[in-house]
């Protein structure tokens, strides 16, 4: 593959991570999701850890999969760049 249809594919898909990140039905359903976790964890009984370790790990996992898309946001403008840049040459 070549370099430009790679930067081509990277362009297109932080393009398509950013309409995610901004769309409004995903900005709801991230929200819900960790106010069910923190509101999970604040209700359960002192003796209810397994209910605890689950709101956790499910927070975390909703925090690492913004990480990996603001990496995939972060590439995509790198190479979007990238192509502006060779398309002046």
Known sequence: MSEQIQLEQQAEQGKNAEDLRQNPVYKIAMAKMRETCIRGWENSALTDQASREAAYFTLK?????????????????????????????
Do not use: R, Y
């Not at 909703?62 to 192509?83: H, P, Q, R, Y």
């Open 61 to 89: 996992a909703a925090n690492s999969f913004e990480v990996e898309l603001d990496k995939i946001i972060g590439s995509g403008a790198m190479a979007s760049n990238a192509l502006k840049q060779k398309k002046g040459k």
